[in-house]
């Protein structure tokens, strides 16, 4: 029987991240990555995906953003596979198409051990002090390399960056939810393993 919650610590010369996951938990959160919207998606993606989820982060952004947002996807992507285990029972897949307002997602899960992502998403590229909307596809590629999931993407609307994104990790969170959910007793492919 797979653990269903976990912690990961990481840590390297550019960043540090612990992360504490439970699949089944009741949209807890506790984030703290230094990036306060980036804070904000977080939340929103255990809040909607109804996971326990508990980061703290930080890292060189001195430089810029790019080597923590990538490790905060490596250690979330590490806690998701961590918590899956041997994967009996699990739905496998999940999708969700997510409004916010004028913005609308679609999100596709297989929980496949092929790591793939393709991600469709474009932002307007005003610029903004605060956060760097290209870093989310970064983010995304790095959770996919650790949890080795096929994850798909797509932006079907959308005008405003904070809301696309918002529509995106809400999206995540209700799609992963359904792909982790226990549906049954065995492995859910007809190789018997994934
Ligand atoms: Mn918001």
Known sequence: MAMRKTNISRKTKETKVSVYLNLDGKGKYDIKTTLPFFDHMLS???KHGLFDLK???RGDREIDDHH?????GLSLGMAVRKCLGNKKG???YG???MPMDEALSYVVIDISDRPHLKYNVRFNKTYDEKFNFDLIEDFFQALVAESKI????AMKSGRNNHHIAEAVFKGFGKALS???AIKG???PSTKGKL
């Open 150 to 153: 096929t994850l798909h993407i």
């Open 95 to 97: 999708n969700f198409l």
């Open 90 to 92: 699990i739905g496998r």
């Open 178 to 180: 359904m792909a982790v």
């Open 55 to 57: 980061i703290v982060a």
């Open 68 to 72: 923590l947002l990538e490790d905060i």
């Open 185 to 187: 007793k065995g492995v």
């Open 44 to 46: 929103a993606f255990a």
